[in-house]
T-cell receptor
Framework: GENVEQHPSTLSVQEGDSAVIKCTYS??????FPWYKQELGKRPQLIID?????GEKKDQRIAVTLNKTAKHFSLHITETQPEDSAVYFC????????????FGGGTRLMVKP | DAGVIQSPRHEVTEMGQEVTLRCKPI?????LFWYRQTMMRGLELLIY????????DSGMPEDRFSAKMPNASFSTLKIQPSEPRDSAVYFC?????????????????FGQGTRLTVV
């Protein structure tokens, strides 16, 4: 089955700096890679996703890159703000084998004002 | 749509008691997932259903856990008997299989979760 590794487990940045979170996956058949943000005491919510036919996707201050050859993908947050503080989860899925997401272990991002 | 609805939001029970968690997925979604979240193990998939049929229950920790989906709008996760190590936040999520001609959306929408404490 799929295995997703996520690094780092905690990340502390100064407001305005960039933050990068990296994930690797094991199943070369995976073709969908979402990122979820979970604020304290809340549910995980999708913030951005990328499919295997695309190498990069941007949405305002967040971007995701995918390297299928190396089987890794990354989340980039620019101009971080205190409200970006949360736990971020990457995930991977092979949609030809059902919609089952395998999540990474999560990264706790702290943005210091 | 009100989103995925879970009940109860909080449950405190004594060891050995039966616990039933409930979930109403988003109408029209084909997939329903049960996840367990703990500090130590992160987000673990317990079981998922496609069109009310259980597809993969390999994440269910042991026979004390069971899940059902009697119809497209309701699912339960039952723990009997409960143990202190079952204490966690249990999330239900649903997702559509396909949205529109040629477009696929796999976003999983999570409920608010049930915080279970077994004492």
């Amino acid at each position: 089955g799929e295995n997703v590794e996520q690094h780092p487990s905690t990340l502390s940045v100064q407001e305005g700096d960039s933050a990068v979170i990296k994930c690797t996956y094991s199943d070369s058949a995976s073709n969908y890679f979402p990122w979820y943000k979970q604020e304290l005491g809340k549910r995980p919510q999708l913030i951005i996703d990328i499919r295997s036919n695309v190498g990069e996707k941007k949405d305002q201050r967040i971007a995701v890159t995918l390297n299928k050859t190396a089987k890794h993908f990354s989340l980039h947050i620019t101009e971080t703000q205190p409200e970006d503080s949360a736990v971020y989860f990457c995930a991977a899925m092979d949609n030809n084998a059902g919609n089952m997401l395998t999540f990474g272990g999560g990264t706790r991002l702290m943005v210091k004002p | 749509d009100a989103g995925v609805i879970q009940s109860p939001r909080h449950e405190v029970t004594e060891m050995g008691q039966e616990v039933t968690l409930r979930c109403k997925p988003i109408s029209g979604h084909d997939y329903l997932f049960w996840y367990r979240q703990t500090m130590m193990r992160g987000l673990e998939l317990l079981i998922y259903f496609n069109n009310n049929v259980p597809i993969d229950d390999s994440g269910m920790p042991e026979d004390r856990f069971s899940a059902k989906m009697p119809n497209a709008s309701f699912s339960t996760l039952k723990i009997q008997p409960s143990e202190p190590r079952d204490s966690a936040v249990y999330f239900c999520a649903s997702s559509p299989a396909e949205v529109g001609l040629g477009q696929m959306s796999f976003e999983a929408f999570f409920g608010q979760g049930t915080r279970l404490t077994v004492v």
